[in-house]
């Protein structure tokens, strides 16, 4: 499948570890290519603010990677919204992963070495990436932990990683009420993820008469090709050159 042309009328959705971003050893390891944030800068003005990036990072986490750029966003998994307005819409911060079982994984961690926890306002990720011989009694524990009926809480199967989450939130969610507001309203949704938290952003993104893109189906699972992509689009937009854009993003 080729990826669509981008118009004036899109609204982009897009996903960043895996997506914007090359996947690295450790979340800390990522590598924001330098002209990232200012194509996406670009990108939102082109599209007059809809442009959203939907991650399963914090929000406070996802604004320093692409500093200096900051818009509209869902962080965790859809677990914190910020419209373009810069409105929030966030959980209280008492509603998160009980401590009981932080301290659980925390100790657990201590005997797999190469495991490594990553906590997060509301959520908690286990990542196994450099111990991949860890990756079934992560996963033993976290299920002991987090029963399939529980009524707070579910699993997010992620790269090398899972992450216990609010089931009450998802990335559709999180697109449905964003394309609910302006500048997203009346536009076609494109959403581009990687992951299998991605896939409720996709679908929500196809319900509202847009498309859901998969890097790996799509792109060839390589980031560097979706930010070619982007830079394709703004240059498209702009009806210029690619010297004209100020980003220096070399994909
Ligand atoms: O929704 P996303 O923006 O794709 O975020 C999903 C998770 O991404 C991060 O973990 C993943 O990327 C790391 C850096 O490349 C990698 O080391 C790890 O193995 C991956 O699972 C991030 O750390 C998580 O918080 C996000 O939920």
Redesign the pocket.
């Known amino acids: 499948m080729t990826p669509p042309e981008l118009d004036r009328k899109s609204a982009l959705f897009l996903?960043?570890?895996?997506?914007?971003?090359?996947?690295?050893?450790?979340?800390e390891?990522?590598v924001v290519p330098p002209g990232l944030p200012s194509l996406l800068a670009h990108l939102h003005h082109q599209l007059e603010g809809a442009v959203a990036?939907?991650?399963?990072?914090?929000l406070a986490?996802?604004d320093e990677l692409l500093r200096p750029f900051s818009a509209s966003a869902a962080g965790?998994?859809g677990v914190s919204l910020r419209y373009a307005d810069g409105t929030r819409e966030e959980l209280p911060a008492g509603i998160a992963v009980p401590s009981a079982w932080r301290e659980e994984l925390e100790a657990a961690v201590q005997r797999w070495p190469g495991v490594l926890v990553?906590p997060?306002p509301h959520?908690f990720?286990v990542?196994y990436?450099l111990a991949p011989e860890y990756g079934n009694e992560v996963w033993r524990l976290v299920r002991q932990l987090v029963p399939p009926e529980h009524p707070w809480f579910h699993l997010?199967p992620?790269?090398?990683?899972v992450?216990i989450g609010l089931r009450s939130a998802s990335?559709g969610h999180a697109v449905e009420r964003l394309m609910a507001h302006a500048p997203f309203h009346g536009r076609r949704p494109i959403f581009i993820?990687?992951?299998f938290?991605?896939e409720a952003g996709m679908r929500k993104a196809r319900e509202l008469g847009g498309i859901g893109l998969r890097v790996a189906e799509v792109f060839g699972g390589d980031p560097a090709n979706v930010r070619a992509w982007l830079m394709e689009g703004a240059q498209r937009l702009d009806g210029r050159s690619a010297s004209s854009i100020p980003t220096g993003v070399t994909p």
């Open positions: 996903d960043l570890d895996g997506t914007l971003l090359e996947i690295a050893a450790t979340p390891q990522v990036i939907v991650t399963g990072r914090p986490q996802t965790e998994h990553e997060k959520g990720a990542h990436r997010v992620a790269r090398e990683a992450e990335k993820g990687d992951d938290t991605d």
